[in-house]
T-cell receptor, first 114, second 113 residues
Framework: EADIYQTPRYLVIGTGKKITLECSQTMGHDKMYWYQQDPGMELHLIHYSYGVNSTEKGDLSSESTVSRIRTEHFPLTLESARPSHTSQYLCASSESGGGRNEQYFGPGTRLTVT | AQSVTQLDSQVPVFEEAPVELRCNYS??????LFWYVQYPNQGLQLLLK??????LVKGINGFEAEFNKSQTSFHLRKPSVHISDTAEYFC???????????FGQGTILTVHP
């Protein structure tokens, strides 16, 4: 069983609010990822990190930002939420060692911006 | 860059029937291939993965997949499905060096009694 946690699970918030989606893992994984998933669509990578103080933007452009100050923690922040940000956000982590290591996923945060 | 195509967006089947979920990929270099399952309101769980070696890969819950390099396919199969297999299934590929996954669009498997 993977030990990766996301809070909150569900969030409904008004336009213009600042929000932070939390992601933590207790497996000591170096690599962490954020994906955005719209209903009926594939997952798109929006941010990833290969270690502390390392963050990169993913394949899908996103107005969110991330930080990686501790190995176990990889929060995602939206400075000013908009209805277009409504989606499900999934966090994942994996060991180092190239692509052969599977990614473990958290349960996701379903965000609705009104 | 790699890409993944899942050929069926929805697959309805009856309980105890066999099922195949199709996945094709494109890449100019060697890749690793994965199948994940997502139950409602949950994250993704790994079913199986192909890294190298035998082209027939067995996973959890009775699923298996076969890697076919000439057809660039990685189809998922189960000989007899259960109601509890109802979920969305994602095929994914990653290049050997990096680890960033590229996902297919997903296939919703619905098992009817």
């Amino acid at each position: 069983e993977a030990d990766i946690y996301q809070t909150p699970r569900y969030l409904v918030i008004g336009t213009g609010k600042k929000i932070t989606l939390e992601c933590s893992q207790t497996m000591g994984h170096d690599k962490m990822y954020w994906y955005q998933q719209d209903p009926g669509m594939e997952l798109h990578l929006i941010h990833y990190s290969y270690g502390v103080n390392s963050t990169e933007k993913g394949d899908l452009s996103s107005e969110s930002t991330v930080s990686r100050i501790r190995t176990e923690h990889f929060p995602l922040t939206l400075e000013s939420a908009r209805p277009s940000h409504t989606s499900q956000y999934l966090c994942a982590s994996s060991e180092s060692g190239g692509g052969r290591n599977e990614q473990y996923f958290g349960p996701g945060t379903r965000l609705t911006v009104t | 860059a790699q890409s993944v195509t899942q050929l069926d967006s929805q697959v309805p089947v009856f309980e105890e029937a066999p099922v195949e979920l199709r996945c094709n990929y494109s890449s100019s270099v060697s890749v690793y291939l994965f199948w994940y399952v997502q139950y409602p309101n949950q994250g993704l769980q790994l079913l199986l993965k192909y890294l190298s070696g035998s082209t027939l890969v067995k996973g959890i819950n009775g699923f298996e997949a076969e890697f076919n390099k000439s057809q660039t396919s990685f189809h998922l199969r189960k000989p007899s499905v259960h109601i509890s297999d109802t979920a969305e299934y994602f095929c994914a590929v990653t290049l050997t060096s990096y680890g960033k996954l590229t996902f297919g669009q997903g296939t919703i498997l619905t098992v009817h009694p």
